[in-house]
T-cell receptor
């Protein structure tokens, strides 16, 4: 089944404890992206990747890191999480080299930073 | 600052009616526009894309684009309770940046 998977789905952590949210797609998509969704602010892009080893900042990259060592994986790293990073996070991928194509979203990761 | 504006709602319509969802955007140069549907607790899914002025129909859904007015809308005919969701408008800027609106919550009551 073609899908985007994220792990974990739910995470409660404390300020400053490094964490990684994994994202994997099995559709051989080139473009992958991370978003955060907050009430009243909508979906905002954190980072995106046009292809392996190519990443770029979105609108809200501060406090996040990403890597794209393999085409299928695009992990989101929070080196020192803070409470303002409490949010719902979505990974997405598209077949083509950008978001002009259909974006397939993962199920979401709800992160709480205490 | 690139912006995409939507009324947050909720927009309440009776079953069988036409639901009209609206979106305005700030960058006159934008060329690609999308409507995503997001059920509560779920991830967004693409339901319509539109690139040219005018109407584009797909089943009960019609997307309308007016670039001169920087306005895009989504009409849902014969609305069903299963259409109750948040509808996100998204606009593509510079071919690589997709900006989402905050969404309009639609409620279809029997």
């Amino acid at each position: 089944e073609a899908q985007v998977t994220q792990n974990p789905r739910y995470l409660i952590t404390v300020t400053g404890k490094k964490l990684t949210v994994t994202c994997s797609q099995n559709m051989n998509h080139e473009y992958m992206s991370w978003y955060r969704q907050d009430p009243g602010l909508g979906l905002r892009q954190i980072y995106y990747s046009m292809n392996v080893e190519v990443t770029d900042k979105g609108d809200v990259p501060e406090g996040y890191k990403v890597s794209r060592k393999e085409k299928r994986n695009f992990p989101l790293i929070l080196e020192s999480p803070s409470p303002n990073q409490t949010s719902l996070y979505f990974c997405a991928s598209t077949l083509a080299g950008g978001p002009s194509d259909t974006q397939y979203f993962g199920p979401g990761t709800r992160l709480t930073v205490l | 600052q690139k912006e995409v504006e939507q009324n947050s709602g909720p927009l309440s319509v009776p079953e069988g009616a036409i639901a009209s969802l609206n979106c305005t955007y700030s960058d006159r140069g934008s060329q690609s526009f999308f409507w995503y549907r997001q059920y509560s607790g779920k991830s967004p899914e693409l339901i319509m894309s539109i690139y040219s002025n005018g109407d584009k129909e797909d089943g009960r859904f019609t997307a309308q684009l007016n670039k001169a007015s920087q306005y895009v809308s989504l009409l849902i005919r014969d609305s069903q309770p299963s259409d109750s969701a948040t509808y996100l408008c998204a606009v593509l800027y510079n071919t690589d940046k997709l900006i989402f609106g905050t969404g309009t919550r639609l409620q279809v009551f029997p």
